[in-house]
């Protein structure tokens, strides 16, 4: 992962980027002539996305709960092969190119842990090319995309955050040329993984680097566990995590709506010290490094036990996409000629950004 130092470059803009809920589930959303008539209500947002490759018809993103019920996937296997990953890298990739044909190279996320197996990061990888690499006809709410993904590497997802920090568009490094001699750490707080990186002079440091199969998924469970316990209500992982974001989480039962506020705190609570505690174990105080970048779904959840532990902390922008802007980022230096995409299918979204090819 050398990155040779060059001449800072110009003002960076972020390019066309997409996060898709990682929600989906077999079915449609037609319910025919069913309806509320004019007191129902209606609006494109409401509804999710439908995607159709000729062998089963899928919705993705916010919503499906409404007309499906939604495959919950949790295991590593799971990003590299199956339907739900299909439909959802579909659903990614369709909204973020639109219909017509495509050509790119795509460099994937995956989480540290799996990386950091060289065996596992193998068969995964291999899984996914498998169905991935080559063409490929699917519509997207009745319109049709084909796509020809000629080449698939894989990185580490908080790599991404550090060339989202570090790169421009161009792919070339835009900071200090003394940036890439620091060692820069990256706390990365994804749903279901926890990922510690750690870089300097172009080289990963071991001794800061893990992971664990944590994040944002701790809090939604004892939340579920709550809720079942105190209202007797099964809550789907994602419908638990919409509550842990809502600014007034509150549910509705056959006892009447209740504010969540108290278990939605606990929950949090319990699930940021948890953090705390693996990052601690890793890191201590963090006092080493130069810098430490957060990125990821549950940077925003855990701001306040991030800071708490890492005061000099810096959450970057767009923590949801950052993972994917750097891997295109990366992908551009790789392949300077082809349009590229990165992508970070995430277990609480997939995120997607493009860059075209250069001029």
């Known amino acids: 992962m050398t990155i040779p130092s060059t001449t800072p470059a ?4 972020q390019p066309p980027y997409v996060s898709v809920p990682s929600i989906v589930g077999p079915g449609q959303a037609d319910l025919g002539l069913l309806s509320l008539g004019r007191l129902g209500r209606s609006g494109r947002e409401q509804q999710p996305l439908a995607v159709d490759w000729g062998q089963g018809a899928y919705l993705v993103g916010a919503g499906t709960e409404r ?3 939604p495959l919950e996937r949790m295991n590593l296997e799971r990003l590299a092969e199956g339907a739900d990953t299909r439909a959802l890298t579909y659903a990614a990739l369709g909204q973020l190119l639109g219909p017509g044909s495509h050509q790119v190279h795509l460099l994937v996320g995956f989480p540290v842990q799996v990386m950091a197996d060289r065996q596992q990061a193998k068969t995964l990888l291999r899984g996914l090319r498998r169905w991935l690499k080559g063409r490929h006809t699917f519509t997207l709410d009745g319109e049709t995309t084909t796509l020809d993904v000629l080449r698939i590497q894989a990185l580490a997802q908080p790599v991404g955050a550090f060339f989202a920090w570090g790169l421009d568009n161009a792919g070339h490094w835009a900071r200090p040329a003394a940036d890439i001699r620091s060692l820069v750490g ?5 749903f279901n993984t926890l990922d510690l990186f750690a870089v300097q002079d172009g080289q990963v440091i071991g001794q800061y680097t893990g992971g664990d199969t944590a994040g944002v998924r701790r809090a939604t469970e004892i939340l579920r566990q709550e809720v079942q316990r105190a209202y007797d209500v099964a809550l789907s992982q994602h419908q638990a995590d919409a509550l842990l974001h809502a600014r007034r989480p509150v549910l509705d039962t056959a006892a009447g709506s ?4 108290g278990a939605v705190s606990q929950a949090l609570e319990h699930a940021g010290l948890g953090i705390q505690s693996f990052v601690e174990t890793r890191w201590g105080r963090g006092r080493q ?3 430490v970048l957060v990125t990821g779904g549950g940077a925003p959840l855990f701001r306040r036990w991030i800071l708490e532990l890492l005061p000099s902390a810096h959450i970057l922008p767009q923590p949801v996409t950052a993972n994917a802007l750097g891997l295109a980022r990366y992908a551009r230096r790789v392949w300077p000629q082809a349009k590229v995409v990165g992508l970070d299918p995430g277990f609480g979204g997939f995120k997607a950004v493009a860059l075209e090819q250069a001029a």
């Open 10 to 13: 110009s003002a960076v803009q």
């Open 67 to 69: 007309y499906t019920r």
């Open 186 to 190: 990256v706390l990365d707080i994804g």
């Open 258 to 261: 209740i504010d969540l506020q």
């Open 289 to 291: 490094f130069r810098y």
